[in-house]
C-alpha cells in the first residue's frame, strides 16, 4: 500500500500514512478494510482486502472516487 500512495501522492512516510488514512471500516465477511475518511485527497476511497484474520497477507489495493 505504501509504495501505491508513494505513487499517487509523491513521496510519504509510513508515519504519514498512519496520520492520513483516518478510522478503518473492517468488513471480516467480505475480506475488506476501507478507509472512508483519509486526509490525503479527502475525496477517494482507499480499500484493500486481507487473507487472514491477522492482516498479514494483504491484496488488492484500490482507490475509489
Known amino acids: ?6 505513487e499517487m ?7 504519514d500514512v498512519k496520520n492520513k488514512l483516518g478510522k478503518p471500516i473492517i ?3 467480505q ?5 472512508c475518511e483519509q486526509t ?3 475525496w477517494h476511497l482507499f ?3 486481507f487473507l ?9 489495493f484500490s ?3
Open 1 to 6: 500500500m505504501l509504495a501505491d500512495l508513494k
Open 9 to 15: 501522492y509523491g513521496e510519504v512516510s509510513e508515519e
Open 27 to 29: 468488513d471480516y465477511n
Open 31 to 35: 475480506g475488506t478494510v476501507s478507509y
Open 40 to 42: 490525503f485527497d479527502y
Open 47 to 49: 480499500e484493500f482486502e
Open 52 to 60: 487472514d484474520d491477522q492482516f498479514e497477507t494483504l491484496k488488492c
Open 63 to 65: 482507490v475509489n472516487g
